[in-house]
């Protein structure tokens, strides 16, 4: 039975057209996919659906719910669809929810809204909708702040406001973008427990086709402003024809596109070869904030007694969620930080009591690739003068021979030396990667530090990187320290991988033996969150 | 708020306050008669061909009292705004960058000079260095260092902590170096602003320490003394205090609007400065 | 919340110590000697070392610095050398007024600064939100003095419905007290009310922009009950910071103000006193001035603290 | 016969509204607000300088000996006469009777003796005590007979003892003065809101005629636009020294207030540090001279109120000779006498106390000497700083001060005094002039110590202040003149 229908939906916001003839249909209890890069038009459509478009916003088109027409319906009417009849779980956990107001009280303002409850009533429903969403009340009390609670225990509380009113429909816009991939697969848990429950149909927009593969019974995907191809998830990978939506299943797969193999590693023993790059025994605190002024600093151990090696010509594959302490771990590696505890060794040599001889051609040798493809270059300066910008490390340097480097480092990422002198903002998330490579690789180094080099890259993005990352390897031989939360991506690029949880290394060894026989259970529960995509390639 | 409207305020921030300088720097050189000229048997003579604005009670032309005074507010404006964006913005840049009992150290000395409020330095720096625009200058500029330590510090922070400084240390490159190359340029858009709504408020500050006699001195004009010396004379001749008024207040408004515009230029998004900071 | 404020007393009480220090020498270079201000051109020489004796001026610095200190501590600093009343008693006379004034102030930019930057945010982008931009744009850039000026020249002089000037105190009743203060508060307030409805307006924009009120909007709550319920209190968070920030403004501003207005106020003590050279009135002013400044600062971050429950932890 | 009832009932209650609202107006008024200019730093005439101390307490709450009346002669105050001896060294004071202190104590030649004796104290801060040098010793010969023998004749004596700094105090409350002042005025202190105003009330214990003002408050308005607000929104009813000219024709235009223009002693003056180059040339000093056109500085300072002076001396007062002729507004002989002293390019600063005339003069002044070739840089300060730097110090070129004491010839001929004026004749003549008792020869040196002044050119004599009067035109009874800063409100009323 047909619950809604979006026919022909045409958005406009100041003036631009955002969605061009939308149409889906979505029955009680059914779940649909909608998949689509950044910009597509995605979440539009789900704003679209409530009614609830930026100021400038304008709808056309026939959204009928339930045998109405949304968009003939007076702002009061609509009021009573809201929430009601129709929910939403946003995408960003962190600011969906009033940072001054307590989580059971969020939760039960809904409830009030739509149904004559007292006060307490309301109160107590909220606490046992929150109970339903995981947070049991014994632990996370309702009486909490959104910003006392983790990222997993927000959406929780998003998706807790939502099913409260028990609506027909969910709409939930990129409801596991922003977390972890084990706290990913928890919330996704959660909302299949929902819907099993009590049974709404539920819209499901994500760009993490992952996601939407294991949830979805039907998929819709959008490319700008348009549903490009729509079927039913089973076989789905199968039945695409539209282009875009095929770059996309391979890309989300990494079925074919990583063409080199990873090498493998150039026999040697560790006694007469020290390794190029290791940490022995590393350890780094952070001080937190002191309870009053006359306190003792208490501390947060980020890295403890961390040891990590990499050789020459080695890929190893740091694995970890946010908060392990992976990162502070690479920069305490590429010698940003001093450890508090144990050494940093370059070719063997402590790089801490190290001259600037050593430090130098440490610095030519390790560099470095940043997660924030937006941040990690400066806007106000050219693609060419940042790729330049290590250049002195090997001493002076003429102008041509300079331009002549980076032309040459700029072809081997895969651009133009036109590039040389545009400036970031002209480029994408993943040519700006490339930029950021182009820079590590102009001094030849040995080594190249990832850390998270490709996680916050759109999945098309990310292969072609990862492409770029093994030709590269096999071109140069060169290290790889890959830091990721992706088991996916890790697989595909490294020969050892090492997977760290609060601060320590539990687990480590050859990627293939970890990724078939994890020990550790972090490790296990890592691989139990990957997506599994093999209904929607069947 | 459409585009139209905000790059128009640019427009009309950019024009008040390039014709405002202007003039200033004009009068140094020519004014219709001169300011310092007396003519008493002249005096109070109202609007007409001769002096486009009156007289005042001295009997000099308004208009060129007008211009000249110009010079003490936009003047000290700038050369206080100047004093606390190089003291203030280098110290919250390096502030940011250290982190520990320097940062700390540079933040309370902040939070302290703030206490003080600025006429009280004035008042008692004429005390002691005499009246005069230096003092003026000087007072203001103090009041000025925590403004620039709080937005260089506040701006500064991502930036020391972006991917690209990290980048910059990987490739070798030292703090000085990082903290000209990458951090100065990429906070001179906050600064800029801030700069401009701060002179703004320094056009006010000038007016209210010359009107109560601790600015520009005479015989010099300045817009604040003429408002004092207008002042008894309200009654008499209301032109006298109303024409540096008005100049004080369009004076004010140019610097306000240049900075709006300039934040919606620079910083569209609101990004680094928050309205809160922006406005005043 | 408890931590928040032992952390920000201690830290005030550190900034008064330097301050105390700051002031004390400061008015130790001020040129000028209170004997000659006080007894005038005709006094001899030994008249003038009399008076210096009686006033305690010839015993040593760190004597009269601790004298001062202590006696600040306890509540008084010591004896006006012009007045011969004690500096306490001075002061909380002319705080009778100038408190009031800075009271009264505050309260109507406050009352008429946030409704109007409300209104405008409640309709952005029409002709009201322009209407209130613009009117906020002439009003931040007022010189107070001067509309002190327009202000006796219409209300005072022209239509006589005021007085000008002056301050019958609170002994003559609260209804000319009161009505003495009004014109001096107008003349604080409007530019106050315009910087504040401008930031009212744009706080609320932003917030209203935020995803949280989409949030609230989605479970069916209407745009009204969104802006009450959730839009409003956190646009005032940023209202908070610039009232912090705009203190000592509103407190500069007062002190000319009251000089505009003849009241007998904090400011016009502050002046009359430097001019007297009565350095122990002068120092203790300043001081007290700097010490309500800082007690704003701490107040403002704790007033931070009690709405905004992240503060509050952090803190 | 109702309709009758209540129209008689409305029309007594139309009255009775009227009665109420126009009570006051049929009632003879007998309070007064008063304008001053400066706060009091306290109400004791005898521990300050500050004129407005005696504008506020002399002849109202505090009496002398003597008493100095609107022209400026002396007049019997505590002392119902006196006399002097042959020799002119001892004054002999015959006292009141039946006079009371405000604290209901009684006045007998003890209090008198304690007055004068706590002013030549060594420890004394009475800021005349320099005029009481020559007093050898004070004795109260019995209950109301008090005699003072001096070192040497001084006929200034009894003008001296009737000046504010030496009314008589009490014995018992001399040093509360300054909060609470005790004296046998007839007013009696009230209150004092301080920073605002002082408020008397009548004393109905006073020995001679009871004042016909009730109640007088002293209102400290200074700022000028403020004195004009508060004068024509009624809120004070006179303001006997106005501040600003400029507004006087405004309220001569006003039928509801008087204008009185009267003179006080205050000499202005463009003082010169006369020990310092260039300076000490005569032929600067008078180049100077001839570069001040005085009408020029009267319209524009004082928008024509007051009158020019040509030296050192009252036009009111006996012995005057105008000199104002002496030294023609001539830039061309200014200019010709710099040339001829070699001065040329001159830079002079001229450093300006606070009050209007001073600043305004100030830039009038600075101007002329520029287009004479003198540049001049003009250096506003506070009484503070003035007092310090140019009259202690004497660290300064130029200055422009009111000097208001009268018969302060004197002052020329101290050694030390801020103008470093040194000349032996003129300090000759000035002892002859102090030992004269002759009124007709007094009158002849008076007359050479001006001309002296004049032709050594020892200072810029520019004007007389003007004392502006302006108050209720229903008010009668004030000092036109201002002999010294006071306002004896004895005589002043509300006209029926």
Redesign the interface.
Known sequence: MTLLTVDNLEVDVAGRPILRGVGFTLTRGETLGIIGRSGSGKSMTALALMRLLPQDGQARGRIVFDGTDLLSLDEAAMCGIRGRRIGVVFQEPQSALNPLMTIGAQVAEGIRQHADVTRREAASLAAETLARAGLDPARVSPDRFPHELSGGQRQRVAIAMTVAMRPDIIIADEPTTALDVTTQARILDLLRTILRDDGPALLLISHDLGVVATMADRIAVMDEGRIVETGPTRGFAGRAHAPQVRTLIAAATLSREIAAPVPPLPEHTPAEHPPLLAAEAVSRRFGLPRAHPLAWRQYRRAVDQVSLSVQAGESVALIGESGSGKTTLASLMLGLQTPDAGRIAYRGQDIAGAGRDVLRRMRADVQAVFQDPYSSLDPRRKAGWIIAEPLHLAGPIAADERDERVAEALREVGLSPDDANKYPHAFSGGQRQRIAMARALVTRPRLVVLDEAVSSLDVVAQARILDLLARLRADHGLAYLFITHDLRVAKAIARRVAVMHDGRIVEEGMTAEVLTDPQHPYTRALLASQPDFSAFAA | MNRDFLNARLLAGAIIVGGVCLMALISLVWTPYDPLKLDIANRFAPPGPRHWLGTDQLGRDVLSLLMRGAVGPVGVSISAVTIGLVVGATAGMLAASSGGVASYATLRTSDFLFAFPALLIAILLRETLGPGMLNAMVAIGIFYIPIFIRVSYGASLPVWRSGYVAAARVAGRGSLWIATVHVLPNIAGVLTVHTSVQLSLGVLAEASLSYIGLGVQPPQPSWGRMLLEAQTLLPISPLLAIAPGLAIMVTVMGFNLLGAGLRQALDPRGAFIPESEAVR | MI?AF??GV??LL??LL??SVVIFA?MQ??????A?????????P??LA??RE?LGLDQPLAVRYWTWVSGLLTGNPGVSH????PVSD?IA??LG?SLPLAALALALAVAIGLPLGMWAAAR??RAV??GVLIVA??G????N??LA??L??LF??TL?WL???????WDAGAGPALLALVLPAVALALPQSA?LA??MR??LV?VLA???V??????????G?ALR??AL??AFI??L??LG??F?FL??GT??IE???????IG?????A????DLIVVQSV?ML??AI??VV?LLVGLAYAA????VR??A | MTVWRMTRRCAALILGVALLCGGPAFAQRTDLAIGVRLEPPHLDPTAAAAAVIGEITYANLFEGLTRIDREGRVIPGLAESWEVSDDGKVYTFRLRQGVFFHDGSTFDARDAVFTLERAIAPDSINPQKALLEPIEAVEAVDAHTLSVRLKRPTAQLPFILGLPALVIVGHETAETNRAMPNGTGPFRFSRWHMGDRVDLVRNDRYWGEKPALSRVTFRVIGDPSAAYAALMAGNIDAYTNFPAPEHLPQFEADPRFKVVVGRTEGKTVLAQNNARKPLDDIRVRRAIAHAIDRKLLIDGALYGYGDPIGSHFAPQNAGYVDLTGRYPYDPEAARALLREAGAEGLRLKLALPPPSYARRSGEIIAERLRDVGIQVDIVPMEWAQWLTDVFRDKNYDLSIVSHVEPNDLDIYARDDYYFNYDSPEYKALYAELAAEQDEEKRLVLLKSLQQKLTDDAVNGFLFLLPKLGVWDARLQGFWENAPIPANDLTGVRWER
């Open positions: 931590r032992a952390a201690a830290s550190a900034t330097v301050a400061a270079v001020l040129p000028g000697d209170p000659q201000v006080m007894l005038g051109v005709n006094a001899r030994d008249t009399a008076l009686q012009t007045y011969a009343v001075l006379a002319r007024v952005r982008g939100d322009r744009q002439l931040i850039a007022v010189p003095f001067w000026m327009l006796v020249l005072a002089v006589r007085p000008p000037g002056g301050f019958p105190g910087i401008q930031v744009q706080s932003d935020q995803d949280f989409r949030t609230a909007r989605a479970k069916g709550l209407t745009r009950q319920r959730h209190r956190n940023p209202i910071s610039v920030l705009q000592p407190l500069a002190i000319i000089n505009v207005f003849f009241l007998p106020g016009r003590l502050v002046f009359q430097v001019n007297q050279r300043v001035l700097v400044v800082a600062n709405v905004d429950p992240r932890r952090a």
